[in-house]
């Protein structure tokens, strides 16, 4: 019977599994604060006690991470303190179903609950600080040893980073990411960080790895004039072999500068996640075309202010999808703007996106925007139309004619700005602007700024409407879905006018 009563058991915790992903977060109390909420073991929902909720969140973080895991989007998503407190098997080896399994077994009175933490794995309760003074290293706190001019971070916690350091290293290594699962999470308070010849920040080994922007700081973070070499000879500035995650805090008016004169600047084995902060990101190797943000697996841009100015690709994912959620990314790009190996998803209200290079949104399997405002520019070919979704509004796609003033390439000069006035069926009018970062020949444009009804597109540079079909049609009829639009003149029709000769038209 006993038998009987325990495979019942595993049977239900398995379709408890399957439900999860698509059940609704219930409506227990999530904690408002993790400083507010308590050290409970097996309370994972932080409501103060343990019952079949905490089975319940525990399953749907397991089950759909992006949306009830750590930093997931539902309001109701587990906590970090919520997520120690899942731990309770008495195996300290991370959250699982086992977890959810034991809180079961607890609630029938058939075992007990425990973190299996012992003396000897004691929590970082205090932030450790880690001074950079040009040549040496001192530290204050627990979990960092200084070897010369490079510091290594061993256990997860907070550690406060201030100072500069002429040529060295942060490196996060944590010898058993299993037992130690929490996020490792650096503050950068004012620091200058070069790594001539080494990444300046090194992940080597860590679960997830936060990169905090203290308010009222400015940071920098370069390398030097000569190429890594031997083992980072292909690594980037910052290095990640896990989970990283660049964030402002509260106030989100600290400044982060990365410049990689040699290298790439940011490049991760798994994700990568931008959650805030004014983050300004160039690489300067024109020969080798170096990368600005690189992940293998997905880069989501969440909430900040990016600007990008690459000589290789802006933002690329090898493996997998370049997701915008909000904030505002400018990037001005040698190759591929953005670069996703599969989707590339633009849907967060009020994202804004303005990405221009040889290249704009380049994507394997589909460009889905259903929010936002995107400005998109190439020099060498159109958005391919067959990979973009967009029912909720227009997709406007502008096909240019030669500039007939540059003999070189034909591409138009930036300055060739466009600025729209919309009519729409309702007779209102709403207006808007592009904010070009390089020479263009192909133009993407998506914005609730036009609406479906007859728009007017104005060259801001010399004042005059830009046409369409040979110079025929100043009235551009758009519908939502896409709207392609061939023989674009941006100089305009009436009399050829192009803008003028300038250095900073490139």
């Keep these: 019977m006993r038998k009987n009563g325990l495979k019942k058991l595993l049977a239900g915790l398995s379709a408890a599994c399957l439900a999860a992903a698509a059940m609704p977060a219930l409506g227990y109390a999530a904690e408002a604060a993790d400083t507010s909420a308590k050290a409970v073991v097996g309370d994972s929902n932080c409501d103060g006690s343990v019952d079949m909720s905490d089975v319940v969140l525990i399953m749907q973080a397991m089950a759909n ?4 895991g750590l930093g997931g989007t539902d309001e109701h998503a587990i906590t970090e303190q919520g997520w120690k407190n899942a731990d309770c098997n008495g195996k300290a080896d991370g959250v699982s179903t086992d977890d959810a399994l034991a809180i079961q077994l607890y609630l029938l009175g058939k075992g007990e609950l425990s973190s299996g933490k012992t003396d000897e794995q004691p929590p970082v309760v205090e932030a450790t600080k880690i001074h950079l003074k040009n040549t040496t290293i001192t530290v204050e706190g627990e979990n960092a040893t200084v070897e ?5 971070i061993t256990h997860s916690g907070e550690f406060y980073i201030d100072g500069t350091l002429d040529d060295g290293q942060i490196n996060v290594n944590i010898p058993d990411e299993k037992t130690d699962t929490e996020t490792v999470k650096i503050f950068l308070n004012g620091v200058n960080i070069t790594g001539k010849s080494a ?3 090194l992940v ?3 679960e997830n790895t936060s990169i905090n922007i203290v308010d009222g700081t400015e940071n920098t973070i370069t390398d030097g004039e000569t190429a890594y070499a031997g083992d980072f000879a292909k690594a980037a500035l910052i290095e990640a072999k896990d989970d990283i995650t660049i964030k402002g805090t509260e106030q989100k008016d600290g400044i982060l500068n990365i410049t990689a004169n040699v290298q790439d600047a940011i490049s991760c084995n798994n994700d990568i996640k931008i959650n ?24 989501t841009i969440k909430k900040g202010w990016l600007n990008i100015d690459a000589t290789g690709d802006g933002i690329k994912s090898t493996k997998d999808a370049v997701v915008f959620e909000g904030g505002s990314t400018v990037i001005k790009a040698g190759n591929d703007a953005v670069q996703a190996a599969t989707t590339i998803d633009i849907n967060g209200d009020g994202c804004g996106v303005n990405a221009c290079g040889d290249r704009g949104l380049t994507a394997e399997t589909g460009i889905n925007i259903t929010n936002g405002s995107v400005i998109a520019t190439s020099t060498d070919n ?3 139309e067959k990979l973009i979704k967009a029912e909720t509004q227009p997709v406007i796609l502008l096909n240019c004619i030669a500039d007939p003033t540059n003999e070189k390439d034909g591409t138009w000069k930036k300055a060739n700005n466009l600025e729209w006035t919309v009519m729409a069926e309702d007779m209102n009018t709403d207006k808007g602007g592009t904010d070009f970062q390089k020479k263009y020949k192909y133009v993407l444009i998506s914005t609730h700024s036009i609406t479906a009804g007859t728009t007017n597109f104005t060259n801001t540079n010399v004042n005059k409407l830009i046409t369409h079909t040979n110079s025929e049609e100043s009235l551009f009829a758009v519908s939502n879905g896409i709207n392609v639009f061939n023989n674009v003149n941006p100089a305009g029709a009436a009399d050829n006018v192009n803008v003028p000769p300038s250095e900073t038209n490139t």
């Design 148 to 152: 010369g001019t490079k510091v290594t």
């Design 65 to 68: 991470p992006n949306k009830f």
């Design 276 to 299: 805030g902060g004014k983050i300004n990101i160039t690489t300067k190797n024109s020969e080798n075309k170096t990368d600005a943000l690189k992940a293998k697996k997905s880069v």
């Design 199 to 201: 990444p300046a920040i």
């Design 204 to 206: 080597t080994n860590a």
């Design 382 to 384: 159109q958005v391919d």
